[in-house]
């Protein structure tokens, strides 16, 4: 499966369009609870673990909508929008939702 931001790609035509296509995921955890309160103690450096908890639940949301644009009978997703909110009491939560269009491409 293709997946690329582009409302295109490049050398490529699309065939047909198969509709809009989601993911999405929701991490409950304390690490984001700490991370959000104690951000303003991160000067200076990044913080590995938290970096590693954020793109498993990016890629997992991407897999979802793959999963999905896959059962259309797509092979590629254009114009994929990542989105991140924080939720629940104390903002304890991080959602990733992606979404795109489901395509076949020639």
């Known amino acids: 499966m293709l997946l690329t931001t582009t409302p295109n790609i490049e050398g490529r035509k699309?065939?047909?369009?198969?509709g809009l296509v989601t993911?999405?995921?929701?991490?409950?955890?304390?690490?984001?609870?700490?991370?959000f309160a104690g951000i303003r103690d991160?000067?200076?450096g990044r913080s590995g673990s938290y970096e590693r908890?954020?793109?498993?639940?990016?890629?997992?949301?991407?897999?979802e909508m793959s999963e999905r644009?896959?059962?259309l009978g797509a092979n590629a997703i254009?114009?994929?929008?990542?989105?991140y909110e924080t939720l629940g009491q104390g903002n304890?939560?991080?959602m990733v939702t992606a979404s795109g269009t489901a395509v076949v491409i020639e």
């Open 78 to 83: 254009i114009g994929i929008d990542l989105d």
């Open 14 to 18: 699309v065939a047909v369009y198969k």
């Open 92 to 94: 304890g939560m991080l």
């Open 42 to 44: 991160i000067v200076g």
């Open 23 to 35: 993911g999405e995921t929701i991490i409950g955890a304390n690490i984001f609870k700490d991370f």
């Open 53 to 63: 908890v954020l793109n498993e639940a990016k890629n997992t949301a991407l897999k």
């Open 69 to 71: 644009a896959q059962k």
